[in-house]
């Protein structure tokens, strides 16, 4: 994912992020065909697991930074490079339990989105306060969480691409 500044456009902030989260598990609904194979991208290796950690990782990431940066108070950086690290966790199968949790877990995080995003007004989403990106650009950027996901693929057409 990029470092570079998210480029935005007219677009609702929290239907982006709801959007990308509705992708994300549409995915998701095929990883369990996943037959334990990571799937290599640039120089990272990337699991179903690890796609959802991922994902969600970066949905509280920035969820705490937005609230960090509403409330006054100083961001806590990330120090822990998820991306470069596959977990023996990250090495599982990905069960129709696994699907659900994430089902859960990410579409509660979706709406604890949708509710901070809406709840701002248009000033507060583009000239947000403290340093770095404007709300909108975050959630712009958090919307790149889908790279995850992407990474994986769909695996109902495995059998055909591999």
């Known amino acids: 994912m990029s470092r570079e500044t998210p480029t935005t456009d007219d677009r609702d902030p929290a239907l982006v992020v709801t959007s990308m989260i509705d992708h994300v598990l549409d995915l998701a609904a095929t990883w369990t065909l996943w037959d334990g194979r ?12 690890k796609a959802i950690r991922r994902v969600t990782d970066h949905l509280i ?30 090495l599982a199968p990905f069960t129709d339990e696994d699907l659900n949790e994430a089902r859960c877990r990410l579409t ?13 007004t248009p000033d ?26 992407d990474s994986v693929g769909d695996l109902s057409k495995a059998g055909a691409d591999r």
């Open 124 to 149: 507060q989403l583009d000239r947000s306060p403290g340093e770095g990106w404007t709300f909108r650009q975050i959630a712009f950027h958090v919307a790149g969480s889908a790279y995850y996901a």
């Open 61 to 90: 990431d920035h969820l705490a930074e937005v609230e960090a940066r509403l409330a006054g108070n100083p961001t806590i950086p990330d120090r822990w490079h998820a991306s470069a690290s596959t977990t023996p966790a990250d």
């Open 38 to 49: 990571p799937v290599r991208v640039d120089e990272r290796v990337y699991t179903p697991h």
């Open 108 to 120: 509660r995080l979706g709406r604890i989105w949708a509710d901070r995003l809406t709840a701002l």
